[in-house]
């Protein structure tokens, strides 16, 4: 419905809101579930170029790291543009980086197209769709997070079997040509993100503003022109200004203010650490699968399982999420789901054989489905809805750096030890340290916040009682000061008494 001129309209919490997680499930599925489904086609390309395990490993580590490292890029687009036409443009790239990934003849190639091009085009999905689902809900806010990012294992249950599949009817290059039609699909998700914003009027009326101020320093300058004497100390303040002018744009979209706010510090921290080894156990399943000797479509299956556990851990997560044992205190929660998430990748080494497998892909699903529910919730928590679009690029430019290094150096101990077991100990271990540091730290986090909320209760509670002590210490203090003054009236008064008494 439209708004009254000049007001900006508040969270409807359904309505059209619902088609706009419809579209979000779509681009945020592809966002996270198109890097790990492509690892279907590792092995087989890992053969036709003659390369090792941490080389190919690099394909999803760049895509990755792309899709996390332009969150930067992508809330500045989105602050300037709006959702809608970002999420349409980075459908494109997508489609044009799998393309030309079909027709690449080195690995250096696939780096390009596959990891830089169409990872750029899944950072201009993910970005724009979690902050227009933020901007669309406030009450339901956490199933709604939970709808939307159910989206990637519902995509990874379907690409799966799917990748799979066209391999074997296409080849990998035949495959390649497809995929990126299919994410020409994430054009049609951005053109239903309907955009919540300022009415026409007050559009109009900061445009006139803006005129105003435009004028004021064509003024000011032709002033400071004709007064000063010569040109060189005006085009000194000249660039003063620009430079601050450019620090206020930056400081406009990207909020730096944020790294001296201690939760989203301990978020930051927990989550680098934590992405060091949140990826790589996907990645290298399928693969690990097959070198123990089973067959494709069985390997391929278990990130199915994975995915459909997923599926139902999201939304599941964003219900216990939103009810109110768990939303006042989620930071917990968020801290025991990337520690049980650590707990499955530890474990694994203990499985035998496929069934082994099948019962990790279970208990990795429902523990990657936790996390990813709660991990841009529980960011919107700390900061609030205002400052979410700059904490998330922020958050996503400090996890490019772990999220890069983490395949390639599963990869690098695969080829070193000749097993996989040490890659799986290796993330295990990282995310259990994550899992802690984030629950003491969040610990420590309340108790302060509780402790701050306590000091500002009695600063303000004590000020009224404080005033009146003051004024009544300062009226005995008049009266005792001005007692001499007084003494006449207070000998008339005693012999008005003695008088009334008779004596």
Not at 113 to 126: E, Q
Not at 206 to 222: A, F, H, N, R
Not at 248 to 273: A, M, P, Q, T, W
Not at 487 to 498: F, G, H, N, Y
Request: hydrophobic share 45%; charged share 20%.
């Amino acid at each position: 419905p439209r708004t009254k001129a000049g007001s900006a309209p508040g969270p409807p919490d359904g309505g059209w809101g619902w088609v706009v997680v419809f579209g979000a499930f779509i681009s945020i599925g592809f966002a996270y579930a198109f890097p790990k489904g492509i690892a279907i086609f590792f092995k087989e390309i890992q053969d036709f170029f003659g390369t090792s395990y941490s080389e190919i490993a690099w394909v999803s580590s760049i895509m990755l790291a792309t899709t996390y490292g332009a969150g930067p890029i992508s809330s500045i687009l989105v602050n300037r543009y709006g959702s809608r036409p970002v999420v349409i443009f980075g459908g494109l790239l997508c489609g044009v980086g799998m393309v030309s990934a079909a027709f690449c003849t080195s690995i250096l190639q696939l780096y390009i197209c596959v990891g830089f091009i169409t990872g750029f085009g899944l950072s201009l999905n993910l970005q724009p769709s979690v902050i227009i689902v933020g901007k669309y809900f406030l009450k339901r806010r956490p199933i709604a997070n939970g709808l939307a990012m159910a989206g990637s294992p519902v995509m990874l249950c379907t690409l799966a079997p799917l990748n799979q599949f066209l391999f074997d009817n296409f080849g990998w290059r035949g495959s390649f040509l497809i995929l990126g039609a299919i994410l020409l699909h994430c054009c049609v998700a951005g053109a239903l993100f309907r955009p919540i914003g300022e009415d026409k009027a007050a559009a109009k009326t900061q445009s006139i503003e803006k005129g105003k101020e435009v004028l004021k320093e064509e003024v000011t300058k032709d002033a400071i022109e004709m007064i000063s004497p010569t040109n060189v100390p005006v085009e000194t303040k000249m660039e003063e200004e620009e430079e601050k002018d450019c620090f206020e744009k930056v400081n406009k979209y990207l909020d730096f203010s944020l790294f001296k706010h201690r939760g989203f510090l301990i978020y930051l921290i927990g989550n680098v650490l934590m992405f060091l080894g949140f990826f790589a156990p996907i990645v290298f399943l399928a693969p690990y699968a097959k070198h123990i000797g089973i067959d494709e479509y069985s390997a391929a299956f278990l990130l199915s399982i994975l995915a459909i556990v997923d599926m139902i851990a999201r939304p599941t997560t964003g219900i216990i999420a939103n009810s109110k044992w768990v939303r006042p205190r989620i930071q917990y929660f968020f801290s025991f789901s990337i520690a049980f998430n650590g707990t499955c990748h530890l474990l694994c080494p203990l499985a035998s054989g496929y069934t082994g497998l099948v019962i990790y892909s279970v208990f990795f699903g429902l523990a990657f489905g936790m996390v990813c529910a709660m991990l841009f919730e529980t960011l919107m928590d700390l900061v609030g809805a205002t400052r979410f679009t700059s904490a998330v690029g922020l958050v996503t430019i400090a996890e490019c750096c772990t999220i890069l290094l983490g395949p390639p150096i599963g990869g690098v101990l695969i080829d070193t030890f000749g097993d996989y077991k040490y890659m799986f100990i290796k993330c295990g271990t990282v995310m259990v340290l994550a899992g802690v540091f984030l629950f003491i730290m969040n610990y420590y986090n309340y108790h302060m916040l509780a402790k701050e909320k306590k000091r500002k209760a009695e600063e303000e509670d004590p000020k009224s009682v404080r005033t009146e002590n003051e004024s009544r210490n300062n009226w005995n203090k008049e009266t005792v000061q001005d007692g001499p003054e007084l003494e006449p009236l207070r000998d008339e008064q005693e012999r008005l008494k003695k008088e009334v008494n008779g004596t």
